[in-house]
C-alpha cells in the first residue's frame, strides 16, 4: 500500500544535520517533516561521533538551544593526551583552545534532542527510511519505506542528510573518497568502570597512533568508547571479536592504560563504521541539498563531523526556505558551496599535516597511502580545533 503526502521541503535523515534543517524551515513557516529511523534503545547502544567543539556555542545560541543542548549529563571535555610522531604522551588542554573547553556527548540523548526541538519548532517527525528520490518537474517524490508500507512524499525541496549513504544526492552527484578508512568501536558502559563508574573520571580523550592505524578513547556519559581506526584489508580478524579487540587494546601504550581497572567481562563485540573523509559534488541541484556527512565528511581525527553537521544543516535548511520564498536557487547554491568549499580546503590542508606529523612508520601501508602531499577531498571548518590542530 503507498500514502501519499506533499509537503513544502522534507528532510530525508535526523541527525544534528537533519534535525537543524528541520528546525530552520519549521521556524521559517514551512511545511516540513524528516524522515529517519530512530535507533531502538538496548543496552550498550552508543553512537560514535562524540565530540563537539565549543566553537558550536554561537550556533547553538543562535538557534535558541543553549545551554540545553550540552547540558548534563554531556561531559565537558578536558583536551586531549596525543601519542602521535613521538612515543612520548602531549597534553593539548582546552586553554590552548580560543573557545575553551569542549563536550563529550552522550551522542543517542543529544541527537533525540535535536529532533525534539524541530518538532517543538513544527517540523514533522516521520518513521522510516528513504530509498531514493523522483524528480517531477518541479519537485521531488521521495519513497520512503516504513512499518506500514511504501510512503511517496512530495516536495517542492529535498534536504539529504542520510550521511554517507547520500540516498537522495547519490543519483544526483559525485562523491569523492579520501580513502577507505573504518573505525570499530565498543562501548565500556559506566559500570564497567568501577563502582558507579567512579573510579574513571579521566575526561581527556586519548589519542594514540600505532603501526597500522590508531585508536582513541574517550569518556561520555554512556561509558568509556574505545576505537581502532584503521583500513580493512589491514584489520585483523581477531578484531571482530570482543576478545581480540580488547586484547589489541589492552597491548597498546596509553589505550591499554585506560582500561586496566575497566570490568570487561561480557563486553560486546566491536561495531565497525566507514570513517574516511568524502566530498560530493554538487552540494545541492535543482530541488535538493545535501548537509552534514552526506555533503562532506571527515577522518575522526579532525573531531569537526558534529561541528560542521550543525552548521551545514542551519545553511542547508536556510537556503531551502530561501528558495521556498522565491529566491533564485543559483546564488544561494553558490553560497552555500562556497561556504563548504572553504571547510573542505581547510581539512585538507590540516589532514595531510597531521598524518605527516608522524613519521615513525613511513613505509607501513596505513601511514603511507596518507603519505604528505597526497590530495584530500574532503573538508573541515577551521584550524584551530579538534585532533588536527593538537597535531600541528
Do not use: N
Amino acid at each position: 500500500m503507498t500514502r501519499r503526502e506533499a509537503y513544502d521541503a522534507v528532510v530525508a535523515g535526523a541527525g544534528p544535520a537533519g534535525a537543524v534543517a528541520a528546525l530552520v524551515l519549521a521556524r521559517a513557516g514551512r511545511r516540513v517533516a524528516f524522515v529517519d529511523e530512530p535507533p531502538e534503545p538496548a543496552a550498550g547502544a552508543h553512537k560514535v561521533g562524540e565530540s563537539l567543539p565549543s566553537a558550536a556555542t554561537p550556533l547553538l545560541r543562535d538557534l535558541g538551544l543553549w545551554p540545553e543542548a550540552v547540558a548534563a549529563p554531556h561531559l565537558r571535555s578536558t583536551g586531549t593526551y596525543l601519542s602521535w610522531g613521538s612515543p612520548a604522551l602531549q597534553e593539548r588542554g582546552p586553554v590552548q583552545d580560543p573557545y575553551g573547553a569542549g563536550w563529550q556527548l552522550d551522542r543517542l540523548r543529544f541527537d533525540a534532542f535535536l529532533r525534539e526541538a524541530a518538532c517543538a519548532a513544527g517540523a514533522e517527525a516521520l518513521r522510516g527510511r528513504v530509498l531514493d528520490a523522483v524528480d517531477e518537474g518541479p519537485g521531488l517524490r521521495l519513497l520512503v519505506r516504513s512499518e506500514g508500507g511504501t510512503r511517496e512524499l512530495r516536495c517542492a525541496w529535498v534536504v539529504d542528510a542520510t550521511g554517507r549513504r547520500a540516498a537522495v544526492a547519490r543519483r544526483r552527484a559525485v562523491r569523492r573518497c579520501q580513502d577507505r578508512l573504518v573505525a570499530a568501536h565498543v562501548l565500556v558502559p559506566r559500570h564497567g568502570l568501577g563502582a558507579g563508574g567512579q573510579s574513571d573520571r579521566e575526561a581527556r580523550t586519548v589519542v594514540e597512533a600505532v603501526a597500522g592505524g590508531w585508536w582513541y578513547t574517550t569518556l561520555t556519559p554512556a561509558g568509556r568508547i574505545v576505537a581502532h581506526l584503521t583500513d580493512p584489508d589491514l584489520a585483523a580478524p581477531r578484531l571482530r571479536t570482543p576478545e581480540g579487540f580488547l586484547d589489541a587494546a589492552l597491548r597498546t601504550r596509553y589505550i591499554g592504560a585506560r582500561l586496566t581497572a575497566a570490568d570487561l567481562t561480557g563486553a560486546a563485540a566491536p561495531r565497525w563504521s566507514a570513517a574516511h573523509g568524502m566530498r560530493l559534488a554538487p552540494y545541492g541541484g535543482p530541488g535538493w541539498i545535501a548537509a552534514g556527512d552526506a555533503a562532506l565528511a571527515f577522518d575522526p581525527l579532525s573531531s569537526q563531523g558534529i561541528l560542521t553537521a550543525l552548521h551545514s544543516g542551519a545553511r542547508a535548511g536556510l537556503a531551502a526556505a530561501l528558495c521556498l520564498a522565491g529566491a533564485p536557487p543559483r546564488p544561494v547554491l553558490a553560497a552555500y558551496t562556497d561556504f563548504l568549499d572553504g571547510v573542505a580546503a581547510a581539512y585538507a590542508r590540516h589532514h595531510a599535516q597531521a598524518y605527516a606529523a608522524e613519521t615513525r612508520w613511513p613505509h607501513l601501508p596505513f601511514w603511507q597511502r596518507r603519505g604528505a602531499g597526497q590530495a584530500h577531498p574532503a573538508g573541515r571548518p577551521t584550524a584551530s580545533e579538534g585532533r588536527l590542530a593538537g597535531l600541528r
